[in-house]
T-cell receptor, first 114, second 117 residues
Framework: KAGVTQTPRYLIKTRGQQVTLSCSPI?????VSWYQQTPGQGLQFLFE???????NKGNFPGRFSGRQFSNSRSEMNVSTLELGDSALYLC?????????????FGQGTRLTVV | KQEVTQIPAALSVPEGENLVLNCSFT??????LQWFRQDPGKGLTSLLL?????REQTSGRLNASLDKSSGRSTLYIAASQPGDSATYLC????????????????FGKGTLLTVNP
């Protein structure tokens, strides 16, 4: 079956702009989580959506937001981009996102802010 | 706050060698632990999932163990091959900030493995 699909794979944006990233989870999975990966900080949790509701949130500024649609696809938006937002953004899909679930990741979106 | 540490940060071995990667975590109140592999510039591939009630899991040449009480996990790779070269990440699933029915993965920084032909 198809895996987790993230689009686009690469993005170059200018400081101050906004960007939207998309994630399509594995069919039947209802939980989508987003992570930011940078060389200095490693992988950090952004937020998690389940059944169109944000269920969990990490320690990121309000410029980072997301949403989930009725088909479980999720989008992440970053407004007023800063140079430090340059990172690999990874989306994880799981059936329920609860305690015993396994997470499957997409290939990521590489965002470069210039 | 959960913290995950992976040692060593980098490891270089000759082909055919057996090796062990280490992962430790500070809060033993975890629900499961996953080992992932990441190739340069790519996403994460799930290798093994160990539930908190389990002691080990095996898949092919990979064996992962979990000692929840001491906050440790190891990933054993047998008969390493050049194709095993990648970054290996350990992640634990625990409660989110607001508790309740939400959980998140906390990752270590990874071990960069190079297997030389």
């Amino acid at each position: 079956k198809a895996g987790v699909t993230q689009t686009p794979r690469y993005l170059i944006k200018t400081r101050g702009q906004q960007v939207t990233l998309s994630c399509s989870p594995i069919s039947g999975h209802r939980s989508v989580s987003w992570y930011q990966q940078t060389p200095g900080q490693g992988l950090q949790f952004l937020f998690e959506y389940f059944s169109e509701t944000q269920r969990n949130k990490g320690n990121f500024p309000g410029r980072f937001s997301g949403r989930q649609f009725s088909n479980s696809r999720s989008e992440m938006n970053v407004s007023t981009l800063e140079l430090g937002d340059s990172a690999l953004y990874l989306c994880a899909s799981s059936w329920t996102g609860t305690s015993n679930t396994e997470a499957f990741f997409g290939q990521g979106t590489r965002l470069t802010v210039v | 706050k959960q913290e995950v540490t992976q040692i060593p940060a980098a490891l270089s071995v000759p082909e055919g060698e057996n090796l062990v990667l280490n992962c430790s975590f500070t809060d033993s109140a975890i629900y499961n632990l996953q080992w992932f592999r990441q190739d340069p510039g790519k996403g994460l591939t799930s290798l093994l999932l160990i539930q908190s009630s389990q002691r080990e899991q095996t898949s092919g040449r990979l064996n992962a163990s979990l000692d929840k009480s001491s906050g440790r996990s190891t990933l054993y790779i047998a008969a390493s091959q050049p194709g095993d070269s990648a970054t290996y990440l350990c992640a634990v699933r625990g409660r989110g900030q607001s508790g309740g029915s939400n959980y998140k993965l906390t990752f270590g920084k990874g071990t960069l493995l190079t297997v030389n032909p």
